[in-house]
């Protein structure tokens, strides 16, 4: 027998029970399917995350409170309390050529009459707007005579703003109310493109005196923003930072360090090591379905072997090897999930185009993820065809005819 | 040349020893024309499934052109089956959803013959079973037991073996198709092939030039067929 019979038998077997192979394979299908959506959705969170953090400024450098641990931007942000307003003020005098920016950012309930939002309010000086890179789309940023002076005043992003007022009114001199205080707005930004998990244009920006003492009664900063005049000076900056905040500390040890100084770089392989995380479990969660799948094929592959015992008795008399049955039967196992694999591919493809057409995520389908789910829908084939191929070549050709 | 000796066959429904077969012996030479003839359950079948290398002997020997049939592995007795062996079975055992030529052309995928020649070879051997040509392409859960067992004697001849094993081949047929399936084997058996046919009806039987009578697992008579009936197609 070789090997177009072989495919030929096999495609006559499998089509002359369509309804069941088909639903056998529909398993296999959603398994693959949805692995690669969901390989398509981590891999495009993952890629709109490393654009967003590099289109949040280009030589910048980040000081965050909590210790400095191999970059783990999360280890110890609930004591986020270490950075001080005082800390920015010594980084922009006693380091030359840079911005600094310091913040203290919360989330609020925002109030208009008839609406309100959960958003993200930044507390920050005139400087933030230069170094995150906004540009304001109509009205005007925060002044340093506003954060002298403490004012009401909020800059608005373009998310924010439809949330609150609705698409294509000008927020420009409405009034917001944050924790009972009344902000005026006075600027919006330029839109910076909202992509995945990551919402750029989601937020309130506010003189950061209004924001520690009005709102949240308190005077450390959450971060400060610094920016390096020069990619080449930035690791040089970097140790600058470092060294002076030790000594502000009066810390001698850099590895306990109280706060840890950053760069996109990396941020881009923390994110990217969280989106990593991610993505492999949506893969797994997914991958289960496709165990699921497998275990539908060796259920149909038994079946079938039952029913076509005296089949099976018939080819052995006839000359089939115990090879030839194994092989006619494991093909059949493979060629279901290969049918199902592909599918699943295409399907996985229009999975991850509604997404990103309906939920506004990006997504990218990889071809590493194709790859691997055509290989997984072959070992599922042959891990649970070889079973019961196994099976029906061992059965005893006499007892086979027999059977009823 | 088939030779058997002292074969017997036990089964053990529920536990219990069922004596199937109990010493049979016979030797069978190249182009012999021998009907096994007996009643119902006396365990005919069970003589052309080990004749046929299919099931093995509980005891006993079986020397198939001189060689040891026990000592052969499976592979080998599938060669054997596969290269020498024509069987037609009492229950046809034809795969339903299959069309006719298809269920014929069977055994030649087995063999490694290329699918033009399948196809025209099994044409070939339904022309010489008798088979209705309009009805090549029918699937063969569509046609009556009559046609069955032509299609099963067709396959039985597809691939040219040396030796046809045909259990009740006109069991299903009346006696005008029957006699054209008995002159068919005689014409076989003319052109050298070893022929063994199973029957209960001595009518068959009589067109075989040797019967050997079996009853109760045991030769009752082997002799040869003094007034052969001779069918002339
Ligand atoms: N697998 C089996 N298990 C138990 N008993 C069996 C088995 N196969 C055959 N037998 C018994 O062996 C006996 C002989 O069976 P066999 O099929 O050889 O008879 P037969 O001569 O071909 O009969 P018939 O003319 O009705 O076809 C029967 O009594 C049957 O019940
Ligand atoms: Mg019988």
Redesign the interface.
């Given at each position: 027998?070789?090997y177009?019979?072989l495919l030929q038998?096999t495609t006559?077997a499998l089509l002359?029970n369509k309804v069941r192979s088909g639903l056998t394979i529909l398993g296999i299908v959603i398994g693959i399917g949805s692995v690669i959506a969901m390989i398509a959705i981590g891999q495009g969170a993952q890629n709109s995350i490393q654009a967003s953090i590099q289109s949040i400024g280009s030589n910048l450098i980040v000081v965050m409170p909590g210790s400095q641990r191999s970059g783990v931007v999360s280890a110890g942000r609930g004591s986020a309390t270490t950075l001080t307003q005082a800390d920015a003020d010594a980084i922009a005098s006693d380091i030359s050529g840079v911005a600094v920016a310091p913040d203290i950012t919360k989330r609020y309930q925002v109030i208009v009459p008839g609406q309100n939002t959960n958003t993200q309010v930044i507390g920050t000086t005139p400087e933030y707007v230069q170094i995150r890179k906004y540009d304001i789309a109509e009205g005007s940023f925060i002044t340093s005579d506003q954060v002298r002076s403490m004012a009401r005043v909020a800059v608005i992003g373009p998310t924010t703003a439809s949330d609150l007022f609705g698409d294509g009114v000008d927020p420009i001199g409405k009034i917001v109310r944050i924790n009972g205080i009344d902000f005026n707005i006075i600027g919006i930004t330029v839109s910076k493109g909202s992509s995945g998990f990551l919402n750029q244009d989601d937020f309130l920006i506010i003189p950061i005196t209004t924001a520690q003492h009005l709102l949240a009664g308190v005077d450390y900063v959450s971060t400060i923003s610094i920016q390096a005049p020069d990619q080449n000076s930035m690791a040089d900056i970097q140790q600058q930072i470092t060294d002076l905040l030790l000594a502000r500390h009066r810390i001698s040890n850099p590895q306990s360090a109280d706060f840890s100084v950053m760069n996109q770089a990396d941020i881009v392989s923390t994110a990217s090591s969280v989106t990593n995380t991610f993505t492999i479990l949506l893969a797994s969660v997914a991958g289960i379905s496709l165990i699921v799948g497998g275990i539908g094929i060796m259920n149909m592959m038994l079946t079938t072997v039952t029913e076509r015992t005296?089949?099976i008795?018939?080819?052995?008399?006839?000359?089939?090897?115990?090879?030839?049955i194994n092989l006619q039967f494991l093909a059949e196992a493979i060629l279901l999930t290969f049918a199902g694999g592909f599918l699943g591919i295409v399907l996985g493809f229009l999975l991850s185009l509604l997404i990103s057409n309906f939920m506004g995520m990006a997504t990218q389908v990889s071809l590493f993820s194709i790859l691997l789910a055509f290989g997984v829908s072959a070992i599922i084939g042959i891990v649970f065809g070889y079973y019961p191929a196994q099976r029906a070549s061992k059965l005893n050709?006499?007892e086979a005819?027999r059977y009823e | 040349m088939i030779e058997i000796k002292n074969i017997t066959k036990s089964y053990y429904p529920g536990g219990v020893e069922a004596k199937v077969l109990k010493g049979i012996s016979f030797t069978i030479k190249d182009g012999e024309f021998v009907a096994i003839m007996g009643p119902s359950g006396s365990g005919k079948s069970t003589i052309m499934?080990i004749l046929?290398a299919?099931?093995s002997p509980s005891s006993g020997e079986y020397f198939l052109d001189g060689k040891d049939v026990s000592k052969f592995s499976?592979?080998e007795l599938?060669?054997i089956?596969?290269?020498k062996i024509g069987?037609v079975?009492q229950?046809f055992?034809l795969?339903p959803?299959?069309t006719v030529v298809r269920n014929v052309s069977?055994?030649l995928?087995?063999?490694?013959i290329p699918?033009k020649e399948r196809e025209e070879r099994a044409i070939k051997a339904l022309r010489s079973a008798g088979f209705d040509e309009s009805r090549f392409y029918n699937l063969s859960n569509q046609l009556s037991g009559g046609q069955m067992q032509r299609v099963a004697i067709a396959?039985a001849l597809v691939?040219s073996p040396s030796l046809i094993l045909a259990d009740e081949p006109t069991g299903n047929l009346d006696t005008k198709t029957g006699d054209i399936v008995l002159g068919t084997f005689q014409r076989l058996n003319a052109e050298g092939k070893t022929v063994v046919l199973i029957t209960h009806e001595p009518y068959v039987a009589e067109h075989a030039e040797r019967i050997i009578h079996i009853k109760d697992g045991s030769v009752l008579e082997d002799k040869k067929n003094e007034n052969k009936r001779v069918i002339k197609l």
């Amino acid at each position: 027998m070789d090997y177009s019979d072989l495919l030929q038998e096999t495609t006559f077997a499998l089509l002359s029970n369509k309804v069941r192979s088909g639903l056998t394979i529909l398993g296999i299908v959603i398994g693959i399917g949805s692995v690669i959506a969901m390989i398509a959705i981590g891999q495009g969170a993952q890629n709109s995350i490393q654009a967003s953090i590099q289109s949040i400024g280009s030589n910048l450098i980040v000081v965050m409170p909590g210790s400095q641990r191999s970059g783990v931007v999360s280890a110890g942000r609930g004591s986020a309390t270490t950075l001080t307003q005082a800390d920015a003020d010594a980084i922009a005098s006693d380091i030359s050529g840079v911005a600094v920016a310091p913040d203290i950012t919360k989330r609020y309930q925002v109030i208009v009459p008839g609406q309100n939002t959960n958003t993200q309010v930044i507390g920050t000086t005139p400087e933030y707007v230069q170094i995150r890179k906004y540009d304001i789309a109509e009205g005007s940023f925060i002044t340093s005579d506003q954060v002298r002076s403490m004012a009401r005043v909020a800059v608005i992003g373009p998310t924010t703003a439809s949330d609150l007022f609705g698409d294509g009114v000008d927020p420009i001199g409405k009034i917001v109310r944050i924790n009972g205080i009344d902000f005026n707005i006075i600027g919006i930004t330029v839109s910076k493109g909202s992509s995945g998990f990551l919402n750029q244009d989601d937020f309130l920006i506010i003189p950061i005196t209004t924001a520690q003492h009005l709102l949240a009664g308190v005077d450390y900063v959450s971060t400060i923003s610094i920016q390096a005049p020069d990619q080449n000076s930035m690791a040089d900056i970097q140790q600058q930072i470092t060294d002076l905040l030790l000594a502000r500390h009066r810390i001698s040890n850099p590895q306990s360090a109280d706060f840890s100084v950053m760069n996109q770089a990396d941020i881009v392989s923390t994110a990217s090591s969280v989106t990593n995380t991610f993505t492999i479990l949506l893969a797994s969660v997914a991958g289960i379905s496709l165990i699921v799948g497998g275990i539908g094929i060796m259920n149909m592959m038994l079946t079938t072997v039952t029913e076509r015992t005296r089949e099976i008795g018939l080819r052995k008399a006839i000359g089939a090897k115990k090879r030839d049955i194994n092989l006619q039967f494991l093909a059949e196992a493979i060629l279901l999930t290969f049918a199902g694999g592909f599918l699943g591919i295409v399907l996985g493809f229009l999975l991850s185009l509604l997404i990103s057409n309906f939920m506004g995520m990006a997504t990218q389908v990889s071809l590493f993820s194709i790859l691997l789910a055509f290989g997984v829908s072959a070992i599922i084939g042959i891990v649970f065809g070889y079973y019961p191929a196994q099976r029906a070549s061992k059965l005893n050709p006499i007892e086979a005819l027999r059977y009823e | 040349m088939i030779e058997i000796k002292n074969i017997t066959k036990s089964y053990y429904p529920g536990g219990v020893e069922a004596k199937v077969l109990k010493g049979i012996s016979f030797t069978i030479k190249d182009g012999e024309f021998v009907a096994i003839m007996g009643p119902s359950g006396s365990g005919k079948s069970t003589i052309m499934h080990i004749l046929g290398a299919l099931d093995s002997p509980s005891s006993g020997e079986y020397f198939l052109d001189g060689k040891d049939v026990s000592k052969f592995s499976d592979d080998e007795l599938a060669d054997i089956r596969k290269n020498k062996i024509g069987f037609v079975f009492q229950a046809f055992n034809l795969l339903p959803r299959a069309t006719v030529v298809r269920n014929v052309s069977l055994p030649l995928i087995y063999a490694g013959i290329p699918k033009k020649e399948r196809e025209e070879r099994a044409i070939k051997a339904l022309r010489s079973a008798g088979f209705d040509e309009s009805r090549f392409y029918n699937l063969s859960n569509q046609l009556s037991g009559g046609q069955m067992q032509r299609v099963a004697i067709a396959r039985a001849l597809v691939n040219s073996p040396s030796l046809i094993l045909a259990d009740e081949p006109t069991g299903n047929l009346d006696t005008k198709t029957g006699d054209i399936v008995l002159g068919t084997f005689q014409r076989l058996n003319a052109e050298g092939k070893t022929v063994v046919l199973i029957t209960h009806e001595p009518y068959v039987a009589e067109h075989a030039e040797r019967i050997i009578h079996i009853k109760d697992g045991s030769v009752l008579e082997d002799k040869k067929n003094e007034n052969k009936r001779v069918i002339k197609l």
